[in-house]
Nanobody
C-alpha cells in the first residue's frame, strides 16, 4: 500500500519556524520527483515547492522563496520542508506528494493526508 505521511505541523507565531516531514512507505521515493502543496481556507490547492528525484534541482513559488527549503533523504524514504519567517498567510493544510514532471496539482500521483500549519499573532 502506497502511503505518504506528513508530520510537523502546528501553531506558530509570525516569524517562527516549522519543519514538515513526509515519510513514504509501500514504495521508494528515489525514482520520483516530490513536492509540497498547500490549501488555505477558501483557496485552491497550490504547489509551493518541488524537488527532483536526485535532489539536484528545486522549484519554489514566489511567495515562499527565500523562506522555505525543500530537501529529501532517499535513504530514509523521506522528504522535508523547512519553513522559516512564517507569516499568517502561510496558514494552510500542507500536503506532500509525488509529482510527474511539474509542480502542479494535475501532475500529482500520490497525496499525503495533510498537516495543519497555523500562523497566528
Amino acid at each position: 500500500q502506497v502511503l505518504l505521511v506528513e508530520s510537523g505541523g502546528g501553531l506558530v507565531q509570525p516569524g517562527g519556524s516549522l519543519r514538515l516531514t513526509c515519510v513514504a512507505s509501500g514504495f521508494t521515493l528515489d525514482h520520483h520527483a516530490v513536492g509540497w502543496f498547500r490549501q488555505a481556507p477558501g483557496k485552491e490547492r497550490e504547489g509551493i515547492s518541488c524537488i527532483s528525484s536526485s535532489g539536484g534541482s528545486a522549484y519554489y513559488v514566489d511567495s515562499v522563496k527565500g523562506r522555505f527549503t525543500i530537501s529529501r533523504d532517499n535513504a530514509k524514504n523521506t522528504m522535508y520542508l523547512q519553513m522559516n519567517s512564517l507569516k499568517p498567510e502561510d496558514t494552510a493544510v500542507y500536503y506532500c506528494a509525488t509529482v510527474d514532471n511539474v509542480c502542479a496539482v494535475v501532475a500529482v500521483d500520490h497525496w499525503g493526508q495533510g498537516t495543519q500549519v497555523t500562523v497566528y499573532s
